[in-house]
């Protein structure tokens, strides 16, 4: 199984980016996937998740302003981004819990990650 994101890019401060992940290989079905991000100095933090039946969460500092959705005929996730801020700037990589094979268990993948630069 392969996570492939893209639309990752350079933005200035208020600009929107879209960014995509989709996964490919052996998939039975997919369960959470999500959005994480890696700043410069700092650690991992999930950025917002989404489950199997659409329930979704968000870290405070994008609420209200990032959107995550999935397609799951096309076990794609999608994080819309609006109102970026240069403390947006980080690494972004999406994971997934995804079923595989035969017998059926469910392995946790990461994305090859999207560089997302929020700057004037």
């Known amino acids: 199984v392969q996570l492939q994101a893209s639309g990752g890019g350079l933005v200035q401060p208020g600009g929107s980016l879209r960014l995509s992940c989709a996964a490919s290989?052996?998939?039975?079905?997919?369960?959470?996937m999500g959005w994480y991000r890696r700043a410069p100095g700092k650690q991992r933090e999930l950025v917002a998740c989404?489950?199997?039946?659409?329930?979704?969460n968000y870290a405070d500092s994008v609420k209200g302003r990032f959107t995550i959705s999935r397609d799951n005929a096309k076990n794609t996730v999608y994080l819309q981004m609006n109102s970026l801020k240069p403390e947006d700037t980080a690494v972004y990589y999406c994971?997934?819990?995804?079923?595989?094979?035969?017998?059926?268990?469910?392995?946790?993948?990461w994305g090859q990650g999207t560089q997302v630069t929020v700057s004037s």
């Open positions: 994971n997934a819990d995804v079923r595989v094979g035969v017998l059926q268990r469910t392995f946790n993948y």
């Open positions: 290989g052996r998939i039975v079905s997919i369960n959470d």
């Open positions: 989404i489950t199997s039946t659409y329930t979704t």
